[in-house]
């Protein structure tokens, strides 16, 4: 299920729900902008969390409007990178979006207006 590739480095089933329910909803602005990192850094980028279903975003204590519920958010590694090189180039993709800052990886998010955030 959801095994469809969906641009050069992507699999759809990368984005899926991690509770196991297979659901997947995914904005395709979050996508183009993901690749085009995959792209310029040459890393894999690794998605510790893309879409959730309600169920799963308030097990895992998400915000009630979380991003992550519209298939507009994802917590990404990019591998080998240093962390403050991994927030430098998701501001340079993210900068109209939202961007928290975690120690092991970053939350980017196409809402569509400007947010930053420690966690
Ligand atoms: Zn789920």
Same mark, same amino acid.
């Given at each position: 299920? =959801?095994? +469809?590739?969906? #641009? ?8 899926? /729900? !991690? /509770?196991? /329910?297979?659901?997947? !909803? &995914? *904005? @395709?602005? &979050? ?16 998605? =510790? @969390? ?6 799963? =975003?308030?097990?895992?204590?998400? $915000? #009630?409007? @979380?991003?992550?519920?519209h298939? !507009? $958010? $994802?917590?990404?590694? +990019? !591998?080998g ?7 430098? +180039? ?6 109209d979006?939202? +961007?928290?800052? $975690?120690?092991?990886?970053? *939350?980017?998010?196409?809402?569509? @207006? ?6």
């Open positions: 299920m =959801n095994n +469809i590739k969906i #641009s050069d480095n992507f699999n759809l089933r990368e984005f899926q /729900c !991690k /509770c196991g /329910c297979g659901t997947v !909803k &995914l *904005h @395709s602005e &979050l996508l183009r902008r993901l690749q085009a990192i995959r792209t310029e850094t040459g890393r894999a980028v690794v998605i =510790n @969390s893309g879409y959730r279903c309600p169920t799963h =975003n308030k097990k895992v204590g998400g $915000a #009630s409007n @979380s991003q992550h519920l298939g !507009k $958010a $994802a917590d990404i590694v +990019i !591998k990178l240093p962390i403050t090189e991994q927030r430098k +180039i998701c501001e340079k993709y993210f900068p979006g939202g +961007i928290g800052y $975690a120690n092991t990886y970053t *939350h980017v998010d196409t809402r569509g @207006s400007k947010a930053r955030w420690t966690y």
